[in-house]
């Protein structure tokens, strides 16, 4: 048993419950632990089969106690690491393996018997189909008393009243092949849900467990990746996967970042350069200095997202759940009165009906109806992650089927967000390098893309100036204080505002956006100094990304900052038609709620500080994963891990695909479960039939998600991307 793990007020605690597969057991731990005092919410996720406690407790020692009680396996885990993977409950051991094969010969030796005429209440039938009961259906029963215990209408409880009920109408070879058929479905369907499982935790199995790490001596030991500190230097031969994160420090290499941000092309590597854990260096030797313990690599962080974000439930999802509060409550109802009106209103045989209850009662589960939705979910969200797109909620990967319109930035995001100063032209007594030194002094201290085009341009070795009283202002540029002087830096807006007089470059200006260029003016307390040319270079995967848009039947919208006629030039080579240019931050808000009036679903994508409101008032909220500031990527909902813009179709198309399977899911379950209801009132179903339909329908839910996994959408090579 664990230790009692201390909680201060408002904690909470997760554990792994590796025996909780579907809404039989939370029911009973939410019977169980409803009314304890201390908790104050629960919160279950049964793909990951794990259970968030929030409390007040002192102790959740009487949590793990209440939980054992009613035989679940709970272990606290440390929320810090990822999630391990759970024990598979699937495995059997060789003496249940045995035990199941008895099972499974004395139900069948039984019911020879019966059809070769021998009573179904004769001592030999009796004998066998005990058994076969005890032998194979000790876990139900034992689980069906708990429930009875706790008063949860749960599978177990049904099962148990339908082979009880079977029994007591002498259908004793019935009884039997149920228990076993049932322990047989239960099997194979728990075998079904650790593959689901499984494929997100394969994803750490992509890093390798251990790594070749210099020591104290210089040489290259064999170390586990788990005791890898931050700042080791590690060995990476041709062909390896890498361990865990770093940075290049020796060597140069080409790698295969396929695995986490979806790349098919190899990306060159020099020393400088990042890598991430679970990919594979393709054909040089590298050495690494780690910049990340394996469990807060980039690899673990994203199956941590995957695992946090099944908390977070898809609309379909919430219904379904909803929907099936009711519906085991109404069928069972619809049972008993099949029980008793026909025989007590109409004088029908008493057995008949009764066995035409029990029927219902094994149907009236709603497993394969509430595991369908997660299922498909976590089967979308893990191959939406193989493929370099990381989605942070069920509730938007199924929201992009609605998506009828997507604005995007310009810099950064159609085009590559790496512009070049190409023109510099000066209207004061500086000369061309004391312009580009004070202008690259301001713009150092800024992460925006124009600014780093500045910084570049500037003479290798040459010392920037310092700055003072720095400042930001959104949509306009950059101001500080160098050497006592006041200067400003940014966009015809900035000048005005500081009245900063430009006559003397409108015609340049002109020219410069009739070119598409973007012109930054630098200015003083005294005046214009000169103007900046910068350009930038449209992405690769840009106009096939907008022409696969607008076939999903999304309409592609630019938002910017940037004057129109850059814009517009950029919009016409791309092939966005509704271009708005010189938009402030909050601008770009008030287009986001104009384009869902008109549209209504519309997403977002854009990097840089400029677009957090706007990303944030999106239906959904996108961030290019390299070129997407901290900001905008705390604030998307779906971060793209590389700059390739094929993969915004390709969410937009998965999401689709999703909400399809969904929908097939939840007509499937209810489907079957409406045919053997009514066959059951006929009086056409038997009580085997119905295990068959129950488990059934839940191995069809679980293996139509997994098609998901297959999802591949051509999203290009993002090499230029």
């Not at 007590?344 to 149907?363: C, D, F, G």
């Not at 009036?597 to 994963?625: E, H, Q, S, W």
């Not at 070129?627 to 590389?642: F, P, Q, R, Y």
């Amino acid at each position: 048993m664990p230790s009692a793990v201390p909680a201060s007020e408002g904690k909470t605690v997760t554990y792994r419950i590796a025996n909780m597969d579907c809404p039989s057991e939370e029911g009973l731990i939410r019977r169980k632990l409803h009314g304890m005092q201390g908790i104050l919410d629960l919160r279950f996720n049964l793909m990951g089969r794990s259970l968030d406690v929030m409390h007040e407790l002192r102790s959740v020692q009487p949590v793990t106690e209440a939980l054992h009680s009613i035989g679940m396996k709970a272990v606290v885990v440390d929320e810090s690491a990822p999630a391990p993977v759970v024990a598979e409950e699937a495995a059997l051991s060789p003496l249940q393996k045995a035990g199941l094969g008895v099972a499974g010969l004395c139900a069948v030796a039984a019911e020879v018997l019966a059809w070769q005429g021998t009573a179904e209440s004769s001592p030999p039938v009796i004998a066998l189909s005990l058994i076969s009961i005890l032998t194979a259906g000790i876990p139900t029963l034992r689980k069906g008393w708990v429930a009875l215990k706790t008063l949860t209408l749960n599978i177990n409880f049904l099962m148990c009243l339908a082979v009880v009920g079977a029994v007591l109408i002498g259908q004793w070879p019935e009884a039997a092949m149920v228990i076993f058929l049932f322990a047989i479905a239960e099997l194979i369907e728990a075998m079904s849900l650790d593959r689901a499982r499984g494929t997100v935790h394969g994803l750490l199995r992509l890093a390798p467990d251990e790594a070749n790490v210099r020591d104290e001596h210089g040489q290259w030991r064999l170390t586990e990746a788990d005791r890898i500190d931050v700042g080791a230097i590690v060995l990476v031969k041709p062909g390896e996967r890498i361990a865990v994160d770093g940075e290049v420090i020796e060597g140069e290499s080409s790698v295969n970042q396929a695995p986490i941000t979806g790349e098919s092309m190899p990306v060159a590597k020099k020393p400088g350069d990042a890598v991430y854990a679970g990919t594979i260096n393709e054909h040089g030797l590298l050495e690494v200095r780690v910049t990340m313990q394996r469990r807060n690599s980039t690899l673990a962080k994203i199956v941590r997202v995957i695992e946090e974000t099944q908390q977070n439930q898809a609309p379909t999802q919430r219904f379904v759940d909803t929907f099936a509060k009711y519906y085991t409550p109404a069928v069972v109802v619809a049972a008993l009165l099949v029980a008793m009106l026909p025989p007590l209103l109409w004088h029908q045989p008493v057995h008949e009906w009764l066995y035409k209850a029990l029927v219902m009662l094994v149907i009236a589960c709603p497993c394969a109806l509430v595991i369908s939705t997660p299922v498909t979910v976590v089967s979308g969200l893990t191959a939406a992650a193989k493929q370099g797109i990381l989605i942070k909620g069920g509730q938007f990967l199924e929201a992009g089927y609605k998506l009828k319109a997507i604005a995007l930035d310009k810099t950064g995001t159609l085009t590559q967000g790496r512009p070049a100063v190409v023109a510099v032209a000066t209207v004061s007594n500086h000369s061309r390098d004391e312009l580009l030194e004070i202008a690259a002094s301001l713009d150092a201290n800024s992460d925006h893309p124009l600014a780093r085009a500045v910084v570049a341009a500037v003479r290798p070795g040459t010392q920037l100036h310092r700055v003072q009283g720095f400042q930001s202002v959104g949509g306009r540029g950059v101001r500080g204080v160098i050497g006592g002087v006041q200067y400003y830096l940014g966009n015809q807006r900035l000048m005005t505002e500081h009245g900063v007089d430009v006559d003397a470059v409108r015609e340049d200006l002109a020219e410069q956006e009739a070119a598409g260029r973007t012109a930054v003016l630098l200015a003083s307390e005294s005046g214009l100094i000169g103007v900046i040319a910068i350009a930038d270079v449209l992405r690769g995967s840009a106009i096939p990304a907008i022409e696969r848009l607008k076939a999903l039947g999304v309409t592609p919208v630019m938002l910017t900052g940037d004057n129109l006629a850059t814009a517009q030039q950029i919009g016409r080579q791309v092939g966005i038609d509704q271009v708005h240019a010189d938009l402030l931050p909050e601008q770009k808000l008030e287009a986001v709620e104009a384009l869902e009036a008109k549209y209504g679903a519309v997403g977002m994508i854009g990097d840089g500080i400029n677009d957090a409101p706007a990303l944030a008032r999106a239906k959904i909220g996108f961030a290019m994963g390299a070129a997407g500031s901290d900001t905008a990527i705390e604030t998307a909902d779906v971060a793209l891990m590389d700059d390739n813009l094929q993969k915004l179709p390709a969410f937009v198309s998965l999401s689709k695909q999703t909400r399809h399977v969904l929908v097939q899911n939840i007509v499937l379950a209810l489907g079957i479960k409406a045919v053997f209801f009514a066959l059951a009132l006929f009086g056409l179903a038997a009580l085997w039939m119905a295990v068959f339909a129950d488990v059934g329908a839940s191995l069809l839910v679980v293996f139509n998600g997994l098609r998901l996994l297959r999802f591949r959408q051509a999203a290009g090579s993002s090499k230029g991307a």
